[in-house]
Every structure is written in structure tokens, then in C-alpha cells.
T-cell receptor, first 110, second 114 residues
Framework: KQEVTQIPAALSVPEGENLVLNCSFT??????LQWFRQDPGKGLTSLLL?????REQTSGRLNASLDKSSGRSTLYIAASQPGDSATYLC?????????FGTGTSLTVIP | NAGVTQTPKFQVLKTGQSMTLQCAQD?????MYWYRQDPGMGLRLIYY???????DKGEVPNGYNVSRLNKREFSLRLESAAPSQTSVYFC?????????????FGPGTRLLVL
């Protein structure tokens, strides 16, 4: 069974810092990996999707990398802002299902 | 486009009562999913439907039933609610058929079972 882990569970940084969120998965037989953002009391919003054949994807201040062989992905956020405060979840697609990590709660302090 | 919609937004039930959570998508997606989200547990898949007319169990299907009414709608039914089913329920949809498949989520239904 695919297991997805996110470390750390919570992170606080001052505004302007660059930061890295980590995601690891136990089975490298994945189709893709997706990073989501979840604001309190809201649904999930897709940030980036990396296909299994890709190494990274970029969108604005966000950069996601994928090392399928080692079962790891990172989400890099540049020049963090208070509006980036949210929970970030990663999910991998294996077979017909998606498997989610428990998320990293990010607080950016003004 | 509305994307993925869910009703109701919030519901309180007594133990033993039944209810149906509704989900609809207007993106012509073939796959739909029901998840529950609990503190410290992440999102866990309850049931999914890869296409109209098919449904499959996910990680935590016990106590739930689903119906894929048509391509747009996928409902989740609790026949006899239990306090352990207190959770936030999310519906999602995706366009499957290839390795690149992005999931789109609804806003969630918050369920409290007393």
C-alpha cells in the first residue's frame, strides 16, 4: 500500500524567507505527483502537477521537484508572503487512486 | 463554470440517522471520488467511480454507499450514521485516461454525528 509522508507537520517562517516542504512516498510506481493548498475550512486547490517522467514544474514563486527513484518530492516557495499561510498537501497517483500526505501547515509571519 | 459543487455545506445528525451527500461537476470529467478528512489522518479515499456506471471501494468504505447517478453526479450515503463518521467530506473529479490527471475538489461537507 502506498504511504505518503510530509515533514515537517508545521512550519513558521518570517516573511521573505525561501522555504522547502518535503513529501516522500513508499512505492515509486506512480503516474504523477500533485501539490495542493488548503486554506482553513476550504477545499483543496491544485498548485502544481508533475508527471512521473518529469523532474520539476514551476509556477510563479513555486517550484516542485520529483525524484521518483528515491520516492521524494519537494515544494520550494520563494520570497514567502503572509498570504502563503495555509496547509500544503502532496498526493501521488498510483493505479486508479490518489494517496495523500497529512500536510504541512505553513505560517508566514509578517 | 461552477467546477465541483457539494451539498449540504454542514449537517448535524443523530446516531442512527441516514443522509445523502450530493456532489456534481460540470467539467465533463469521467472520474469522481469521495474522501474524508480527519485531523492527523490526511485525506482518505472512501469510494471512487472511474466512469459512469462503475464504483469501487477505497481505503475506508465501511458504513458508506455510493451512487454514480450520471456522468455529472456522484452521491455518498450514510445509512446509519455513527459518531466515528464525524468528519469533513470532500468530493473530487478528474479527467482520467492518461498519466496526467489533475483532481479538482469541492468545498467540502462538514458532518457532525451526535
Amino acid at each position: 500500500k502506498q504511504e505518503v509522508t510530509q515533514i515537517p507537520a508545521a512550519l513558521s517562517v518570517p516573511e521573505g524567507e525561501n522555504l522547502v516542504l518535503n513529501c516522500s512516498f513508499t512505492d515509486s510506481a506512480i503516474y504523477n505527483l500533485q501539490w495542493f493548498r488548503q486554506d482553513p475550512g476550504k477545499g483543496l486547490t491544485s498548485l502544481l502537477l508533475i508527471q512521473s517522467s518529469q523532474r520539476e514544474q514551476t509556477s510563479g514563486r513555486l517550484n516542485a521537484s520529483l525524484d521518483k527513484s528515491s520516492g521524494r518530492s519537494t515544494l520550494y516557495i520563494a520570497a514567502s508572503q503572509p498570504g502563503d499561510s495555509a496547509t500544503y498537501l502532496c498526493a501521488v497517483k498510483a493505479g486508479n487512486q490518489f494517496y495523500f500526505g497529512t500536510g504541512t501547515s505553513l505560517t508566514v509571519i509578517p | 463554470n461552477a467546477g465541483v459543487t457539494q451539498t449540504p455545506k454542514f449537517q448535524v445528525l443523530k446516531t442512527g440517522q441516514s443522509m445523502t451527500l450530493q456532489c456534481a461537476q460540470d467539467m465533463n470529467h469521467n472520474s469522481m471520488y469521495w474522501y474524508r478528512q480527519d485531523p492527523g489522518m490526511g485525506l482518505r479515499l472512501i469510494y471512487y467511480s472511474a466512469s459512469e456506471g462503475t464504483t469501487d471501494k477505497g481505503e475506508v468504505p465501511n458504513g458508506y454507499n455510493v451512487s454514480r447517478l450520471n456522468k455529472r453526479e456522484f452521491s455518498l450515503r450514510l445509512e446509519s450514521a455513527a459518531p466515528s463518521q464525524t468528519s469533513v467530506y470532500f468530493c473530487a473529479s478528474s479527467l482520467a485516461g492518461g498519466p496526467v490527471e489533475t483532481q479538482y475538489f469541492g468545498p467540502g461537507t462538514r458532518l457532525l454525528v451526535l
